[in-house]
């Protein structure tokens, strides 16, 4: 392990082997704020207008600011096209993978959601194209998220202290559920190892920050040996580089916090962190979950050094021969812009008679010749050349350019930035960014979050496949993230694509394709309305995702259990279903023979109520069978619905009872036989037919 005094001249020669190039990027900022001059904030201005004469050491300076008009339009060209990302099962036929990067995608969806996301992508791309480096760090907090309440006192031996009811006495030290932080990190903030010859191969990494040295004491807690070093002396203080203002300034409320971040290696195999200020180590340990927090791209390559230029070293020779030339057309104007009389010797002028809109002059002598003022009109035309070689270099022409789009689904389809753009190399650079950011926050995510976190991201239908989530392999074998394009031509291709399968496969399809097809419909994605057409699958992809985790799922006797049988057919035909475990694959075919014996044991009580019931269909027949009409008191034939007859027929054939055998037996087998049928039909749970007396 390392000491102060290492970790403190680590820092200075990192810091050092990359000074130009960090006072580069700060004038970057001001470049693009249009603070160009370091005195342009002075009242040399005021003074110019108050004053009719120039002297000759005294300078106009005039800035027309085309680096931020270049930068922005590199900036709204990414950021115009929406670039995110998707979360892609890593093997399509895979259920389990699909599940995972359903729940992953779901997580992911939440998590752009409440930490506003968008905008720190914004500010990311901002630094890419400023700067030349878009750095983050993403960690969890244990201090952030919600409330929830105190922790209990603990005495000098690290025990519980209870009131004397025996209640948890509360402390002063608050209770948070904590969450995940995107922290933007500025470039000339990030130093690497001067060894390197890659960001990617540097063993460490080097963030320092200005934090508030009362913040970082409540953090510190009562180690008063650990308050000793972040409190500064009376005559320290920091010049730190304020961004939002563009400006330095100077501040005896912060102190500067270094953390280092070394990779897995040999002499830290799970990697190691040490977070310190100047006089001590304030925390150090082994990496949390092993994970490194940093990630980082570059703009353009700097050769011979790991780290990145900004499009801004490219441009500096024309601002700055534009702004002396503006300069100078100001100058030329304010020196000898008023035109001038020339009169000859022994001329005079007086004034005339003073007439509405009319100034008259008097002369005597030679008449006096007027020499027009200059504008400065003979820099115009350089001053156009070099804005125009300027954007030539910039390469903005390139970049604004679209490659022609076919309006297709399949070319719209998951359509990204790079298939976009015809200048793809930045656009390249910030998804692979994007892509870094989320296996890192997602890695984060497993490793930390519980169900209290993620049933609100993933859902409570969703309760059973938690540990989907939380055990995804972290190597990306499981799920893929993909770049894409969220704008509007990249979900209409999506679109299209459903409504092209729709539209000639749609009566192939059963509801529960159809559903699973509106369910990644961009635009009628409402799984509410949905639902329906939806829940036979997710079921029976919920009960295989149980059995390849060992459990057994119970039969529901209100499921769809003919799709789900067939779900367990076409999973246990895979090729790589007689590689999972013995028991696994005896609980598939024992969950499948539940299935099939529960679906028998419906269809037979189903045909038995069919059975039970007397059909009442048909046109009416007479039978020879009399009885008394309550109504007229006559003896009236019965009529009866044809299949009630039918039925009867075939009863009494199912019995062994034929035409004949009925006519040949004699009244008191009739009668026996009668009274079975009656007996037969009572068990079954049938009201008798109320038969009416023969005549």
């Known amino acids: 392990m390392k000491k102060i005094e290492e970790l403190n001249q680590i820092y200075r020669d990192s810091e050092q082997v990359d000074k130009d190039l960090f006072a580069e990027q700060r ?263 092993g994970i490194f927090p940093l990630i980082y791209e570059g703009f353009d390559e700097l050769k011979t050094s790991p780290r990145h230029r900004s499009i801004i070293k490219q441009l500096r020779p024309y601002q700055a021969e534009i702004n002396r030339e503006a300069s100078q057309q100001a100058m030329n104007s304010i020196v000898h812009g008023d035109d001038k009389i020339l009169v000859q010797s022994g001329t005079k002028l007086t004034n005339g008679a003073m007439l509405p809109g009319i100034r008259q002059v008097n002369f005597t002598g030679m008449q006096p010749q007027v020499v027009q003022g200059r504008t400065g009109l003979q820099f115009v035309e350089s001053i156009n050349n070099n804005i125009d070689e300027m954007y030539k270099v910039a390469n903005v022409f390139e970049d604004t350019e679209e490659i022609p789009a076919q309006l297709d689904a399949y070319s719209l389809l998951f359509r990204s930035i790079r298939n976009k753009k015809k200048f793809v190399i930045y656009s390249t650079k910030v998804e692979r960014f994007l892509i870094k950011m989320w296996e890192l926050a997602l890695e984060t995510c497993r490793g930390y979050m519980d169900e209290s976190h993620l049933i609100p991201m993933i859902g409570k239908k969703e309760y059973v496949n938690i540990s989907e989530f939380k055990h995804a392999d972290k190597r990306g074998s499981r799920i893929q993230v993909m770049p894409m394009s969220d704008d509007m031509d990249s979900m209409l291709g999506k679109q299209l694509m459903i409504n092209h399968v729709l539209q000639y496969a749609g009566n192939n399809l059963g509801k529960e394709d159809i559903g699973k097809l509106m369910r990644v419909s961009p635009f009628a994605n409402e799984q509410e309305a949905f639902e329906d057409f939806t829940i036979d699958y997710d079921c029976a992809t919920n009960d295989i995702l149980a059995l390849e985790r060992g459990e057994q799922p119970a039969v529901n006797p209100y499921g769809n259990m003919e799709y789900t049988v067939n779900r367990l057919a076409h999973r246990m035909k895979q090729a790589d279903f007689k590689l999972l475990d013995q028991q696994i694959i005896s609980n598939f075919e024992a969950y499948k023979n539940q299935l099939e014996a529960a679906i028998v044991e419906r269809e037979r009580a189903v045909q038995a109520l069919k059975e039970s019931r007397i059909p009442t269909d048909g046109f009416l027949v007479t039978v020879q069978l009399k009885r008394t009409n309550p109504e007229t008191g006559k003896q009236d034939n019965i009529r009866l619905p044809y299949a009630s007859v039918q039925w009867l027929v075939e009863s009494l054939e199912r019995q062994g009872a034929s035409q004949e055998q009925l006519e040949q037996m004699n009244q008191g087998a009739m009668a026996e036989a009668s009274q079975m049928l009656l007996q037969s039909l009572q068990g079954q749970q049938m009201p008798a037919p109320q038969l009416p007396k023969a005549q």
Request: aromatic share 10%; hydrophobic share 35%.
């Open 27 to 289: 004038s970057n900022i001001l470049l693009v704020a249009g603070e160009h001059y370091a005195k342009g904030r002075s009242k040399f201005y005021d003074r110019i207008k108050d004053s009719r004469d120039i002297a000759e050491n005294q300078k106009i300076r005039i800035t027309k600011n085309h680096v931020q008009k270049i930068v922005k339009i590199y900036r709204n060209n990414i950021i115009s096209q929406a670039p995110g990302v998707k979360i892609v099962p890593a093997n399509m036929t895979e259920i389990q993978d699909q599940k995972t990067a359903e729940l992953n995608d779901a997580v992911r969806q939440h998590l752009q959601k409440k930490h506003e996301l968008d905008d720190f992508v914004d500010k990311i791309v901002s630094d890419f194209i400023d700067i030349g480096e878009m750095c983050a760090k993403i960690f969890w907090d244990a201090n952030k998220g919600e409330f929830l309440g105190y922790a209990q006192e603990v005495d000098e031996f690290g025990q519980g202290v209870v009131d004397e009811q025996n209640q948890p006495v509360a402390s002063k030290n608050p209770v948070f559920s904590g969450d995940i932080v995107f922290e933007r990190i500025l470039g000339f903030n990030l130093l690497r190892a001067k060894e390197a010859k890659t960001m990617k191969e540097s063993p460490y990494l080097i963030y320092r920050k200005m934090v508030n040295v009362a913040d970082l004491k409540k953090i510190v807690g009562d180690d008063e040996e650990k308050l000793k070093l972040i409190k500064p002396s009376n005559d320290e203080t920091y010049l730190v580089f304020d961004a939002q203002k563009a400006e330095y300034k100077e501040s005896k409320t912060e102190c500067m916090l270094k953390e280092f971040y070394y990779r897995p290696c040999m002499e830290y195999p799970k990697g190691y962190y040490y977070i310190a200020t100047e006089a001590g180590i304030l925390f150090e340990g082994e990496l949390p979950l």
